[in-house]
């Protein structure tokens, strides 16, 4: 099955890094998959515009589907092989609806994490103010606060709960890209916490990016939020 399966991705990113840990914890290793290079602009390559127009990463086929945007692809993974490798859709009521809403909750922490990472990439010299930064650093500073008090309150030690579920593959990644990002762990505890406790779950371990074990020393730009 895996066979049928195409997967163009960038090392780091968190919408890559996602499918990735689905597919691992689907026990679908095999897939045909190439690591492409955000550097040489590779992902705006005539080989991802076809499978994905936006020239964005991940691009994911499976079959003739394509399903380019990660979330989708997860739930796509999680729905289509219920019965292989690790359930990731609690059965407890209370558990799915945790899941589903840390799960969309996910996005927002993603978008207020780039509009601080990605500021300087994203607005043109000109354009850039100190205010904005500050804004910019100011909410994500409350957006994480938010996610500290979630883990502090449980049921834990996983999102949803007792159970790694699809909330945990989904924002995992990118929480993970925090700390590579020089997210305080003294600052965040349960945040840290989470996080190095599934350095070493398989589907995590086999799926780290290989730029990060190359270059284990990462960055500091969130160092102060």
């Known amino acids: 099955m895996a066979k049928d399966m195409t997967l163009l991705w960038g ?23 190439k690591l492409l290079s955000f550097e040489k602009m590779e992902h705006k390559s005539q080989e991802v515009m076809k499978m994905n127009p936006r020239g964005q990463l991940p691009a994911f086929k499976h079959g003739n589907f394509i399903l380019n945007e990660s979330y989708g692809a997860c739930m796509y993974l999680e729905s289509q092989f219920k019965s ?10 209370a558990e799915q609806a945790m899941m589903y809403q840390r799960m969309f909750e996910g996005l927002t922490l993603g978008q207020k994490m780039g509009d601080v990472i990605y500021y300087n990439w994203k ?42 579920s699809l909330a945990d593959v989904t924002v995992y990644p990118g929480i993970a890209y925090l700390f590579r990002f020089g997210l305080s762990e003294e600052r965040y505890p349960k945040l840290a916490e989470y996080y190095n406790s599934l350095k070493d779950r398989p589907s995590i ?17 969130l160092k102060d939020i």
């Open 11 to 33: 090392s780091g990113s968190p919408p890559c890094w996602r499918v990735m840990v689905a597919l691992e914890e689907k026990n679908l290793q095999g897939y045909n998959q």
């Open 84 to 93: 292989q490798g690790n359930k990731l859709t609690p059965d407890c009521p």
């Open 205 to 221: 371990k086999a799926s780290w990016p290989p730029t990060w074990k190359e270059n284990p020393q990462g960055q500091d730009t």
């Open 123 to 164: 607005v043109p010299e000109g354009e850039r103010h100190d205010s904005a930064v500050k804004r910019n650093r100011e909410a994500l500073a409350a957006e994480l606060k938010l996610w500290e008090e979630y883990l502090q309150k449980g049921p834990g030690p996983f999102l949803a709960g007792k159970t790694f």
